[in-house]
């Protein structure tokens, strides 16, 4: 940040909000919002939803309730929550309070590839959307200002949005490093393991830290990292395994990813691809935006696989079942689901893979694989 106005510490935010009779949250984590949602979830005033939408609608929730209810997201996930703001907030006069992280801001750093776009477009679709927005100051004063302004319109029933550039938020204090307990297999060993076990599946990763560990530990032309679209690897590679029956297709997903479009698995099901084999690694977290609980902790995504019409559906708690696990997955026709649990890794993720190609170039050598 070019200002010289210390980082707003998430404490006096959420003073100044409960100051203003804003006390209730719902959202989906941004890593810029990692001091935060810590915060409000110690005393149960965050709700964490599968995507930004379902945010959006439980905020209108608790504002038709009586207090103003607020949204935090990033701005990625804006695409996600149009819907309701159009055709619910927008009609029903019903005034939500969003805080809208900024990634790829034309006016901050260099972001990655998947978020320039949506960070150019972000202030003009707010004002396309007649969504009154500031940016958010860490400035004391200016955020007092600004908060009353915006409440004024969320209490005269308008969303309004503060977008919150990088370094605003203050971040959070470093984790005390704990010694290891969990018995579970990390990100990393899990993915290096399915890495070793490939031979000619075309993989769809999910965004976050599954694609840089399989792009550190296992880089290959058929594998299609795909960062941002979280929550669609399934669905493209549905796409892929119907347009392939003679390839198998896998993709990779995480709990959190996966939970935010989970009707992709009722299509899977409906669709029955013999070919499909859908991965989730399950963390109970979302650990690429700084290790918050998933909107799902509890589901058991097996489960729901084999409901909706999976042919088999699985779990696996340690590396040594991971191999015959997977032979027997492959020795059957699919669709199927594999829960791999694991836990948060203590270290540093690798670089993305669009730290050394891009985009298109992930697109290209993967059509040309695909395409053999
Ligand atoms: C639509 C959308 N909302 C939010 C984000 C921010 N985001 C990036 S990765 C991530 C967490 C992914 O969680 P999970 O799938 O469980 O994988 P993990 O990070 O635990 O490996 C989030 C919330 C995003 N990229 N896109």
Redesign the pocket.
Known sequence: MTNATPALPADLLDRALRDRGVDRFAG????YFAALIPLLQQDGRYVACA??GAAFATACGFSLAGAPGAVL??N??L??LVNPLTSLSAPYDIGVLMFVSH?GDPDGPSDEP?HRLMGAATVPLLDALRVPNWQLSPNLDELGTTLDAALDAVRSGRTAALVVPRGVMAKPAPAEQLPETSQRPG?EDVVAALGALLRDELVVS?????SRWLFAGADRPGNFYMQ????HALSLGLGLALSRTDRRVFVL????????HMGALGTVGAQHPGNLVHVV?????????G??P?AGARTRFEDVARASGYRWGGRVTSLSDLKPVLEHVGSQPGPALLVIE?T?GAGAAPPRATASLDPDAIRARFMTEAAG
Not at 206 to 210: A, I, P, V
Not at 253 to 260: I, N
């Open positions: 989906v984590p941004c890593s995507n930004e997201l990033q990625s996930g695409g996600n990634r998947q990100t999910t965004t976050g830290f599954t941002g679209s979280m929550g997903d995480g709990d959190g990813a996966c939970l935010m690694l399950d963390n109970q977290q979302y650990e690429s935006t290790g918050q998933t694991t948060a």
